[in-house]
């Protein structure tokens, strides 16, 4: 009721929506705790989008609303496939806040985690059994990179 009658009260979005969650899976009941997981978590994360929806300043709200709609479909889903769409749903939340609108304009970082997410995921989601042992040997050879590039572009007169 307080984020319904004054939208500069936004924090009360959070809240709200977690108790209306809480209320859908307890509605759902134990025989349905994939889609009661989905409700709960699912509902915190709509909260946290009703916030920067509510004020463009607070766009950090974008993250834990991703993340929680993320996760809360994880539990919606088979065990096999998770992995992947796990990084592929936080991909996403990185890429909606590179793409959203702010008082400063578009965080363009954000398009760094959401690159690595996405490759990440469909390294899961192709099948690659430790996707871990070629992400430390490529961060290595990316920051080697960006150093060399950054000394070579000093030594231009």
């Known amino acids: 009721m307080v984020f319904a009658r004054d939208r500069r009260r936004w924090w009360a979005a ?12 307890a509605l759902l009941g134990s025989g349905a705790d994939a889609w009661s997981g989905l409700a709960f978590l699912g509902a915190i994360g709509v909260g946290f989008a009703r916030v920067y929806l509510a004020d463009r300043e607070q766009w950090w709200a974008l993250l834990p609303a991703g993340a929680l709609l993320t996760v809360g479909t994880l539990s919606a889903l088979p065990q096999r496939g998770r992995g992947g769409t796990l990084f592929l749903g936080l991909a996403a939340t990185f890429a909606v806040v590179a793409l959203a609108p702010t008082p400063r304009g578009r965080p363009g970082w954000a398009w760094v985690p959401s690159a690595g997410l996405a490759a990440l995921g469909v390294l899961v989601l192709a099948g690659v059994g ?19 590039a950054g000394q070579l572009a000093r030594r231009r007169p």
Do not use: E, K, M, Q
């Not at 959070?14 to 899976?25: E, N, R, Y």
């Not at 430790?130 to 060399?148: D, M, S, Y």
């Open 14 to 25: 959070i809240p709200g929506c977690t108790l209306l969650g809480l209320s859908l899976a």
């Open 130 to 148: 430790n996707p871990g042992r070629f992400v430390g040997p490529a961060a290595l050879i990316v920051v080697g990179l960006v150093i060399l």
